[in-house]
């Protein structure tokens, strides 16, 4: 049983905070604000070199960058902040003591170790083989001991959370079921470990390849292993966004889940189907039979789809009947309208919902099928439709809860206000920018991963379409916008925590939590007797949106396949 002197209470919520949990959080989050930084510089040249008219970085330095910014910003940045999200979710809504801290300190020591250890590899030149690293590329052997010991580290802060939710359960620190959002967590951590065995079970092989102990490694048993790790790792960023969606609409609106159990049977989908969306990278490979593919993809996968759009109707339904509760009934979106949009916290989630399912989930889909993906295969559609997924989805995201951990957490005000509530704004309107146009130059035949899309110095010749021209300068641009939004997040979270007043000056003495933010965050059941006319508008446009697209995709299908 912990002490009470080890505990603070959060003066904004009355949440109960075991100071090793409290640091945890902190140094997790720092870390990964820094590497996006990082990351964010390095996408800035990639996408300017990818622009023609700049064209920045000489080839060998392009493909550096593309590394280093894949590192970065997919697995870096956004694994570091869901640490700090599993110590919030597990000690923080619990109550609870953080299970042990020391082998968590540990877990966090390798990962900075070997973020580290992999950047410095990329730095020096000889590793430069892309985020997914297909052999017969080689790296330098402390570049995949780095990814290795990253990811043993986030193996053993997973550990920890689960660790954490055995105490809280013996303890008896909360009663019932955990939380929506603990569950949610939960969700991701387990996805996770299948993540992590994924990685080993390929890279560490793969190690003793580069260091000359293994003479071969087959290219598609290689594919096939590292895309359970380098897809199913978005799939933890999935579960962990959803989960934080719910928790801001609980602590900013006071929102709970239509439904408790359809939301919790979603992310149980999570688990069960989600990871079997990595199969869209591998519908090109012939060495594949067609029947594991359509099974995959087909089949198997629109479960996992139907759980994100389980998500995608509970959550802004849920805003939705919280406003009404409110007296906001007027018409179908009285309650959209006087939501608090000021409110960074607020407005980058409900932004980050709608370019999530609007740009992401319907080109996910529509990439997943496995006749239409012969024409985006390796085109730039497939990193469009990630950014619309990892960026306007997690990242954007876990920017938006950052507003509220400040204060919870660092005990900061947040600080230059008006900053803050046009961050969201700016950073999405760059990052649909950059999907849209990245997926219009991909449907256009762009290549993914060449350096020069003029073809300059090749022996042979190849002009694409004026428009795929333009849509890389507009690419371009959005990426600068983007980069803009990234700078301002990062400006108001670092000058906050360095200048910001505190919200106490001492940790509060251990109290009963009265706040109804804090009790909405661990509220269980469901919503009664609500109507959401709005919510149901908006989900017939979003069908009626993926219906279009899907068959305009058959028809670019039918167009450079011609029958007869």
């Not at 970065?72 to 609870?96: C, K, P, Q, R, Y």
């Not at 990253?150 to 079921?177: D, H, I, P, R």
């Not at 007296?327 to 006087?338: A, I, P, S, V």
Request: hydrophobic content about 55%; overall charge neutral.
């Amino acid at each position: 049983m912990a002490n009470s002197e080890e505990f603070r209470t959060c003066p904004a919520t009355g949440l109960r905070v075991h100071l090793q949990a409290d640091s945890l959080i902190k140094a997790n989050a720092v870390v990964a604000v820094v590497f996006l930084l990082i990351g964010g510089l390095f996408g800035l040249l990639v996408a300017l070199t990818r622009w023609p008219a700049v064209h920045i970085l000489p080839a060998d330095w392009f493909y550096l960058a593309l590394t280093a910014h894949g590192f970065d910003v997919l697995l870096v940045w956004i694994i570091f902040f869901e640490m700090a999200v599993l110590h919030f979710a597990s000690a923080v809504l619990l109550g609870s003591r953080v299970a042990t801290p020391r082998v968590a300190w540990a877990g966090f020591a390798l990962m900075l170790v070997g973020a580290l250890m992999a950047n410095v590899a990329v730095l020096q030149g000889d590793s430069s083989v892309m985020f997914t690293s297909y052999v017969p590329m080689k790296a330098e052997p402390h570049f995949y001991l780095g990814v290795i010991l990253f990811a043993v580290g986030a193996l053993l802060q997973v550990g920890v959370f689960f660790g954490t939710l055995v105490v809280a359960k013996a303890e008896k620190t909360y009663e019932g079921s955990i939380p929506l959002v603990t569950f949610g967590a939960l969700t991701a951590a387990i996805i996770a470990v299948f993540t992590i065995a994924s990685g080993a079970i390929i890279l560490i092989p793969t190690l003793l390849w580069s260091l000359g102990f293994i003479s071969h490694i087959d290219p598609l048993v290689y594919k096939t292993i590292w895309w359970a790790m380098g897809h199913s790792s978005q799939q933890i960023n999935v579960a962990a966004h959803v989960s934080i969606w719910y928790l801001v609409a609980a602590v900013v609106l006071g929102a709970k889940p239509l439904s408790e159990k359809v939301s919790r049977m979603a992310f149980l989908m999570y688990i069960l189907f989600l990871q079997l969306a990595s199969a869209h990278h591998l519908l090109a490979e012939p060495g594949i039979s067609s029947e594991w593919k359509i099974f995959n993809t087909s089949y198997a996968m629109y479960l996992a789809v139907l759980g994100s759009m389980i998500h995608g109707l509970t959550v802004p339904g849920s805003i939705e009947a919280a406003q009404r509760a409110k007296g906001f009934t007027n018409g179908l979106f009285e309650w959209l309208r006087k939501a608090p949009w000021g409110n960074p916290a607020f407005s980058g989630v409900f932004l980050s919902l709608l370019l999530f399912g609007f740009l992401g989930g319907i080109s996910g889909v529509v990439m997943g099928v496995e006749q239409i993906n012969l024409i985006m295969h390796n085109t730039l559609y497939v990193p469009g439709h990630f950014h619309a997924t990892v960026v306007a989805g997690t990242t954007l995201t876990f920017m938006a809860v950052t507003y509220l951990l400040v204060p919870l957490i660092f005990q900061r005000e947040i600080i230059w206000p008006k900053v803050a509530q046009w961050q969201p704004y700016v950073f999405a309107i760059g990052v649909a920018g950059i999907s849209v146009f990245m997926m219009g130059a991909g449907t256009l035949g762009v290549s993914r991963r060449h350096w020069d899309m003029t073809f300059a110095d090749s022996a042979l010749q190849f002009d694409y379409p004026a428009a795929a021209f333009l849509m890389m300068g507009l690419n371009g641009l959005s990426a600068i916008l983007a980069a803009v939004g990234g700078v301002m997040y990062i400006a108001v979270v670092v000058a906050s925590l360095l200048f910001g007043k505190r919200t106490s000056s001492e940790p509060a003495a251990v109290a009963e939590s009265t706040s109804p933010d804090a009790a909405a965050v661990g509220e269980y059941g469901s919503a009664r007797d609500v109507q959401i006319p709005g919510t149901a508008v908006l989900a017939g446009v979003f069908l009626t949106a993926f219906v279009l697209y899907y068959f305009v995709n058959w028809k670019y299908l039918s167009e450079i396949w011609p029958l007869g």
